[in-house]
């Protein structure tokens, strides 16, 4: 399927959480069964190349896509300069509850499995809220991840969980060594050989989207 053309419809969207409302953009190709909801760390963005690459890697296998920013501008621009929010997983979990909840709620994306690709510290966010919303969440990819930072959540995560790391990130590796001991759902960590930790070694990032799609494919079926 993946070398079909795939039908997209592609929309800007602004999604409420708390007081701050998010920019995002949603694009579901025809016939999907699956969304996944894009989390990424501080410093990157919706636009994210990286992201960006990956988002059209899964939807060329036929599953939607919504890449939205976590944090407002003004929030990001603090951010650059006190570095808090992005470890504020707290913060960046319920806005991703949020969303979850904005899809569910949406008369083209109701229907919808949720799926999280969450990188850096949003990989933490995202295993947060995968704990919190059960059986809501069909599946989590963290890349180049932080899911320590989700602390106690991490055994009451239900959804199958990947954990992708380059193998020269070798701090990140521990991290996550460490995270996927605690995890209870079914869970895969794949080292992607060389890759560091943005992955930006030729054909490492191809390498990440591949099992990122693989393991939505494989777990974003229709719901009974």
């Avoid at 999604?15 to 894009?38: D, Y």
């Avoid at 191809?206 to 229709?222: C, G, I, K, S, Y």
């Amino acid at each position: 399927m993946a070398h079909m053309a795939i039908d997209t419809r592609s929309r800007e969207v602004r999604i409420t959480s708390g007081g701050a409302t998010l920019e995002g953009e949603l694009a579901v190709p025809a016939g999907a069964t699956g969304v996944v909801l894009f989390a990424h760390g501080s410093g990157s963005s919706r636009h994210s190349h990286r992201n960006q690459y990956v988002a059209q890697v899964i939807r060329q296998a036929g599953i939607g896509t919504l890449l939205f920013d976590l944090l407002t501008r003004n929030e990001e621009a603090a951010d650059l300069h006190t570095g808090h929010l992005r470890f504020d997983i707290g913060l960046l979990a319920r806005r991703l509850v949020d969303a979850t909840r904005w899809i569910a709620a949406g008369p083209e994306t109701g229907r919808l499995r949720v799926g999280y690709f969450g990188a850096s510290t949003g990989g933490g966010a995202a295993l947060v809220a995968a704990a919190e919303l059960g059986p809501q969440v069909g599946a989590v990819v963290s890349r180049g991840g932080r899911p320590d930072l989700a602390g106690p959540a991490l055994p009451r995560v239900q959804a199958p969980t990947l954990l992708i790391v380059g193998g020269h990130d070798d701090v990140v590796i521990q991290l996550n060594e460490e995270a996927y001991a605690q995890l209870r759902c079914p869970k895969e960590l794949q080292i992607v050989p060389g890759a560091t930790h943005l992955f930006e070694e030729p054909g490492a990032l191809e390498q990440v989207a591949r099992l990122a799609t693989d393991w939505f494919d494989r777990h974003l079926l229709p719901q009974e």
